[in-house]
């Protein structure tokens, strides 16, 4: 089955504690990318990655990193969160930029005291 | 810069048709997307439209599309309890680019 999988799906950390979300898709797709869910800014785009090593800022890059060493991962990281972090994380991918074909995963929702 | 302004809620009753609305600022833009969010699940992509097109339909739903008012609206027929969740307009310059996401409208559907 095609799909996004991200993990974890639910996660409560404290201010400062460095945590990764992981990222991976089945369907050899080249482009993934990292967004925001926070209630009445909708989705807002972190960083995405156009292919192995390729990795560019999106909308609101700051506090975050990204890695894409594999086609099939791409891990989300976050060196010192902190509580404006707290936020719904979702991780997409499509076989080319565009939304044309962009799948989503389920979810990460994040929250840090 | 690009924006996409969506309303937040739209209440309806089950059977009844459905109307959600967006306008975008980008005349640039030439895909226009409609994304569905069920609860505790991810964004999935319901329908797409070219600007160079008017209307689409999609079974149930029609995609209308007036470029000269920047404006889009998804029309979802005979509305089951089913379609609610949120519903998301979004915007792209070309189908290789990046996309800008409205911030989601509410449809509930009552018994």
């Known amino acids: 089955e095609a799909q996004v999988t991200q993990n974890p799906r639910y996660l409560i950390t404290v201010t400062g504690k460095k945590l990764t979300v992981t990222c991976s898709q089945n369907m050899n797709h080249e482009y993934m990318s990292w967004y925001r869910q926070d209630p009445g800014l909708g989705l807002r785009q972190i960083y995405y990655?156009?292919?192995?090593?390729?990795?560019d800022k999106g909308d609101v890059p700051e506090g975050y990193k990204v890695s894409r060493k594999e086609k099939r991962n791409f891990p989300l990281i976050l060196e010192s969160p902190s509580p404006n972090q707290t936020s719904l994380y979702f991780c997409?991918?499509?076989?080319?930029?565009?939304?044309?074909?962009?799948?989503f995963g389920p979810g990460t929702r994040l929250t840090v005291t | 810069g690009e924006d996409v302004e969506q309303s937040l809620f739209l209440s309806v009753r089950e059977g009844d048709s459905s109307v959600i609305n967006c306008t975008y600022t980008?005349?640039?833009?030439?895909?226009l997307y409609w994304y569905k969010q069920e609860p505790g699940a991810g964004l999935q992509l319901l329908t797409y439209i070219f600007s160079n097109m008017d209307m689409k339909q999609d079974q149930r739903l029609t995609v209308l599309l007036n470029k000269k008012d920047k404006h889009l609206s998804l029309r979802i027929a005979d509305t089951q309890t089913g379609d609610s969740a949120i519903y998301f307009c979004?915007?792209?310059?070309?189908?290789?680019?990046?996309?800008?996401f409205g911030k989601g409208t509410m449809l509930l559907v009552s018994p």
């Open positions: 997409a991918s499509s076989p080319r930029l565009g939304g044309t074909e962009q799948y």
């Open positions: 990655s156009m292919n192995v090593e390729v990795t």
């Open positions: 979004a915007e792209s310059l070309s189908g290789y680019s990046t996309l800008t």
């Open positions: 980008d005349s640039s833009s030439t895909y």
